[in-house]
């Protein structure tokens, strides 16, 4: 449906709802026809990618074993402390299965100046279908829908939540194609506050799965990928960083890592003046490899951002309406 032209790149689909200029608009900001993340770019979490594939890649490629009770999930949710890989899983899932993908942020959807959100949503949902197989990601989709009836509840937020029901209804018939495959839209949402989100959401969105913190072992290959493109001394010890660094997010050990791999450029340029750094050669600069050195003074800096007591309100949760 979305296959490329003679110069390789997608083809522009004709749209043929009622908001063309609005239909434009979510081509030009959300559309992702080639996210370029695969599974072995997202550190450790087996078990989400495993229940990933099997709720969302597998219908993709055995549709015809997905029919009746095994019918595809009508939408998935992804939930956990922030900075855990969500968005690069949902990334992975669209690669993987070689749809088009959405990438739409709350506040895309929630924004009065573009005119009725509900008008938003209903156009991306018509979007989908017309790029089938696609993937629509919402990412924060607890501040577009939280828990209708809360105080300070707008009749416009209520009016949003009740479209992206109705839509996230639809997805299951959207139709077939030309040649008479299914119209695949798949729904994929993410949340650091689960138990924000509105029930009926939740209902809507049958598979619930926890990203947690990485483990001991994800830590080390989270590690090694974010060392890839520096060089690294022989006595940094990836082993004791990955322990030293327990608690920490996927977001967190990046910037552990980014912050281990500057110190040799601030050791550098220290004491220099503007002019004097500005004429360093650059291979003088970047000479240095990345030392255990470098890790110690970076875990000084770089702390936990997940507290124990937001870990166990997510597990709570997960034992209350997880799915996995």
Same mark, same amino acid.
């Given at each position: 449906?979305?296959?490329?032209?003679?110069?390789?790149?997608?083809?522009?689909?004709?749209?043929?709802? &009622?908001?063309?200029?609005?239909?434009?608009?979510?081509?030009?900001?959300?559309?992702?026809?080639?996210?370029?993340?695969?599974?072995?770019?997202?550190?450790?979490?087996?078990?989400?990618?495993?229940?990933?594939?099997?709720?969302?890649?597998?219908?993709?490629?055995?549709?015809?074993?997905?029919?009746? !009770?095994?019918?595809?999930?009508?939408?998935?949710?992804?939930?956990?402390?922030?900075?855990?890989?969500?968005?690069?899983?949902?990334?992975?899932?669209?690669?993987?299965?070689?749809?088009? %993908? %959405?990438?739409?942020?709350?506040?895309?959807?929630?924004?009065?100046?573009?005119?009725?959100?509900?008008?938003?949503?209903?156009?991306?949902?018509?979007?989908?279908?017309?790029?089938?197989?696609?993937? !629509?990601?919402?990412?924060? !989709?607890?501040?577009?829908?939280? +828990?209708?009836?809360?105080?300070?509840?707008?009749?416009?937020?209520?009016?949003?939540?009740?479209?992206?029901?109705?839509?996230?209804?639809?997805?299951?018939?959207?139709?077939?194609?030309?040649?008479?495959?299914?119209?695949?839209?798949?729904?994929?949402?993410?949340?650091? %506050?689960?138990?924000?989100?509105?029930?009926?959401?939740?209902?809507?969105?049958?598979?619930?799965?926890?990203?947690?913190? &990485?483990?001991?072992?994800?830590?080390?290959?989270? !590690?090694?990928?974010?060392?890839?493109?520096?060089?690294?001394?022989?006595?940094?010890?990836?082993?004791?960083?990955?322990?030293?660094?327990?608690?920490?997010?996927?977001?967190?050990?990046?910037?552990?890592?980014?912050? +281990?791999?500057?110190?040799?450029?601030?050791?550098?340029?220290?004491?220099?003046?503007?002019?004097?750094?500005?004429?360093?050669?650059?291979?003088?600069?970047?000479?240095?490899?990345?030392?255990?050195?470098? %890790?110690?003074?970076?875990?000084?800096?770089?702390?936990?951002?997940?507290?124990?007591?937001?870990?166990?309100?997510?597990?709570?949760?997960?034992?209350?309406?997880?799915?996995?």
């Amino acid at each position: 449906m979305n296959g490329d032209s003679e110069d390789g790149k997608p083809k522009k689909l004709q749209y043929e709802g &009622p908001d063309p200029d609005l239909a434009a608009m979510l081509e030009r900001d959300v559309l992702e026809t080639t996210p370029g993340v695969r599974w072995d770019d997202v550190a450790g979490l087996t078990e989400a990618k495993r229940l990933l594939e099997e709720a969302v890649v597998l219908p993709l490629w055995m549709p015809e074993y997905f029919q009746g !009770i095994r019918r595809p999930w009508k939408g998935v949710l992804m939930f956990g402390p922030p900075g855990t890989g969500k968005t690069l899983l949902a990334k992975a899932v669209a690669t993987e299965c070689g749809t088009t %993908f %959405f990438n739409v942020s709350s506040a895309t959807l929630a924004s009065k100046w573009r005119g009725e959100s509900e008008r938003m949503v209903r156009c991306l949902f018509d979007l989908a279908r017309a790029y089938a197989p696609s993937t !629509i990601f919402i990412d924060e !989709i607890d501040s577009l829908c939280n +828990a209708r009836g809360a105080s300070g509840e707008h009749e416009s937020s209520r009016r949003v939540k009740s479209e992206l029901l109705v839509q996230v209804d639809g997805v299951s018939n959207s139709g077939t194609n030309e040649d008479g495959s299914r119209k695949i839209v798949m729904v994929l949402a993410a949340t650091n %506050f689960p138990w924000d989100i509105d029930e009926a959401l939740r209902r809507r969105l049958e598979k619930r799965i926890y990203i947690p913190l &990485p483990s001991f072992e994800s830590r080390k290959e989270l !590690i090694r990928i974010n060392l890839k493109t520096v060089e690294v001394a022989q006595d940094v010890d990836i082993d004791e960083v990955a322990r030293r660094t327990e608690g920490y997010s996927g977001d967190d050990l990046t910037n552990v890592c980014r912050d +281990a791999s500057l110190n040799g450029m601030r050791r550098k340029i220290a004491g220099k003046t503007r002019d004097e750094i500005k004429s360093m050669p650059k291979d003088e600069i970047s000479k240095d490899p990345v030392a255990m050195c470098d %890790f110690e003074e970076a875990l000084t800096k770089v702390q936990r951002s997940v507290s124990q007591s937001d870990i166990e309100k997510h597990e709570k949760w997960f034992q209350e309406f997880g799915s996995a």
